[in-house]
């Protein structure tokens, strides 16, 4: 079946950058851009960007260009985010994008920004 | 306007029809389809309905959907305790040339 499946809870400093893996399974992984998006602590969800794995072409929202990254390994996708402060305190998801619904999520990985 | 809005708390009794409502613009809802997502407590979101008011394999149809202009509701009839959750609309925005989740309503099972 689908699945993506992220990495583990991060805690990190202001400052240092944190890098969030999303390893795909179950279908062909070039078919599907993967989004990203955020839920800080009590608040609703929030767009990241997306990346097309056919190709490696990215998009990002605005308040996050030039301070996140989206990249891939064959089906293993990645998210890192620099310069973090504590506003990046968040459950961050990947999704597959499936017409333009996210029809398949990960689990969710917890980063922490603390001094 | 590029911000989805909406109310934050609906409630009802078990076996009632809820609807939950979520407003757009002309750059968001006004030009492309609408998904909806449920969040459980404590877990990831999962795709409730897609393109204005296709259910996934698996939804069932208590959940509908229906989309008019700049805007678009959920309705879940006949209200179960499992349905208490947090519920989003979600769709492209051409001025933001992103994704935008509607603020979020919280479904409340009396």
């Known amino acids: 079946q689908v699945q993506l499946v992220q990495s583990g809870a991060e805690v990190k400093k202001p400052g240092a950058s944190v890098k969030v893996s999303c390893k795909t399974s179950?279908?062909?992984?070039?078919?599907?851009?993967i989004n990203w998006a955020r839920q800080a602590p009590g608040q609703g969800l929030e767009w990241v960007g997306w990346?097309?794995?056919?190709?490696?072409g990215t998009n990002y929202a605005q308040k996050f260009q030039g301070r996140v990254a989206l990249t891939m390994d064959t089906s293993i996708f990645y998210m890192e985010v620099n310069r973090l402060t504590s506003d990046d305190t968040a459950v961050y998801y990947c999704g597959r994008d499936n017409n333009d619904a996210m029809d398949v999520w990960g689990q969710g990985t917890t980063v922490t920004v603390s001094s | 306007q590029s911000v989805l809005t909406q109310p934050p708390s609906a409630s009802g009794t078990p076996g009632q029809r809820v609807t939950v409502s979520c407003s757009g613009g002309?750059?968001?809802?006004?030009?492309?389809?609408v998904n909806w997502y449920r969040q459980l407590p404590g877990t990831a979101p999962k795709l409730l309905i897609y393109?204005?008011?296709q259910r996934p394999s698996g939804v069932p149809d208590r959940f509908s959907a229906s989309k008019s202009a700049t805007s678009a509701s959920l309705a879940i009839s006949g209200l179960q305790s499992e349905d208490e959750a947090d519920y989003y609309c979600s769709t492209w925005d051409d001025s933001l040339n992103g994704y935008l989740f509607g603020t979020g309503t919280k479904v409340n099972v009396l």
């Open positions: 002309s750059s968001n809802i006004g030009s492309y389809t």
């Open positions: 179950g279908y062909n992984f070039i078919g599907y851009h």
């Open positions: 393109n204005n008011n």
């Open positions: 990346i097309n794995p056919n190709g490696g």
